[in-house]
């Protein structure tokens, strides 16, 4: 089964508007965390933001927020006033309780739109 | 700081031929790994080590062999390359100090196999 799904695989959005990138994971571990990276076309791998499963809060950074929902283990990324420079493969990423090893979904391919 | 250095950044093998891709860091991170990504498929997790002298495997870990002798290098080696095998090869590494740590990504591999 997978850990991690990313259901849309690609995603048009027109610029300036806000993006909602969807991810759930698949997890018995009440300790984990989510991640979610940026690859633009590139290649590059690039951090965005962290959500611990235990954190209070919903993790912001900058126009990167992470609407958590536990009881519904989703953790989707909101990006909001969307740029030319947003287009790229977005993925969602977990590492439960103390294993070291991240687990990653397939992605979505974001494209903004002018 | 260089960060997360793999080399090479290119490479083309002929079935059956052997090779290793390097992956070096130099933030003394304890924890390295390798994944492989494929179009469709995100990144899956060839093989995994929490230090110098331990490695375990991940999700995709048939016909790759690794080792960790020191902190700082974690190569990959391809034994009999396969077609199966072309991909984009990413090292990674991360602290071990907190579970809200990152993964750190080098520039990526890209192999093919004819």
């Known amino acids: 089964a997978q850990k991690i799904t990313q259901t849309q695989p690609g995603m048009f959005v027109q610029e300036k508007e806000a993006v909602t990138l969807d991810c759930t994971y698949d997890?018995?571990?009440?300790?984990?965390?989510l991640f979610w990276y940026k690859q633009p076309s590139s290649g590059e791998m690039i951090f965005l933001i962290y959500q611990g499963s235990y954190d209070q809060q919903n993790a912001t950074e900058g126009r990167y927020s992470l609407n958590f929902q536990k009881a519904r283990k989703s953790a989707n990324l909101v990006i909001s006033a969307s740029q030319l420079g947003d287009s790229a493969m977005y993925f969602c990423a977990m590492r439960e309780g103390w294993d070291d090893k991240i687990i990653f979904g397939k992605g979505t391919r974001l494209h903004i739109l002018p | 700081n260089a960060g997360v250095t793999q080399t090479p950044k290119f490479q083309v093998l002929k079935t059956g031929q052997s090779m290793t891709l390097q992956c070096a860091q130099d933030m003394n991170h304890e924890y390295m790994s390798w994944y492989r990504q494929d179009p469709g498929m995100g990144l899956r997790l060839i093989h995994y080590?929490?230090?110098?002298?331990?490695?375990d495997q991940g999700e995709v870990p048939n016909g790759y062999n690794v080792s960790r002798s020191t902190t700082e290098d974690f190569p990959l080696r391809l034994l009999s390359a396969a077609p199966s095998q072309t991909s984009v090869y990413f090292c990674?590494?991360?602290?071990?100090?907190?579970?809200?740590?990152?993964?750190?990504f080098g520039q990526g591999t890209r192999l093919t196999v004819v």
């Open positions: 997890t018995s571990d009440p300790s984990y965390g």
């Open positions: 080590s929490v230090g110098a002298g331990i490695t």
């Open positions: 990674a590494s991360r602290e071990r100090t907190s579970s809200r740590t990152e993964a750190f």
